[in-house]
């Protein structure tokens, strides 16, 4: 996994002030979720995913901030920011997140989005 940049779109963008974070999730089965695309089993399921779903029943907590203060979300949250910040850790990163949060090159392009704010073009994002 060399040469793969990560920008988790879930925490902040030290390069972008403007970037707006992707926003945390619920499945159907009432788990909090890190963001809507971890919604799928075979995440949900998979071994490096399971250590932070399986602590994330929303009806087992009062708050949705106490459920995130646990130490796997925090264990979570630290793999992304060194995956994005040093990038020495990519092996412990899901494959879910490595998919739509790595940077990607012109070869390697999903797609383009752009965002606009008072019909003024604010920033275009290749996804
Ligand atoms: S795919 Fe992973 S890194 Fe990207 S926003 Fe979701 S949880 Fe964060």
């Known amino acids: 996994m060399k ?16 970037h707006v974070e992707q926003p945390l ?38 708050t949705v901030e106490q459920l995130m203060d646990q130490p796997e979300w ?8 060194r995956a994005r910040d040093v990038g020495d850790n990519l092996e ?5 997140c490595i998919h739509h949060c790595k940077e990607r090159e012109e070869i390697d392009k999903i797609k383009v989005e752009t965002t606009f704010r008072d019909g003024k073009e604010l920033k275009k994002e290749t996804k």
């Open 3 to 18: 040469n793969i940049k990560l920008r988790p779109r879930c925490l902040p963008n030290p390069d972008d002030p403007n």
């Open 25 to 62: 999730a619920i499945n159907n089965r009432g788990y909090l979720l890190p963001c809507c695309w971890c919604d799928e089993r075979v995440v949900t399921n998979s071994e490096k995913f399971k250590k932070i779903y399986d602590v994330s029943k929303l009806e087992n907590f009062d």
């Open 74 to 81: 925090k264990e979570f949250e630290n793999d992304l920011i």
């Open 92 to 96: 412990k990163i899901n494959g879910v």
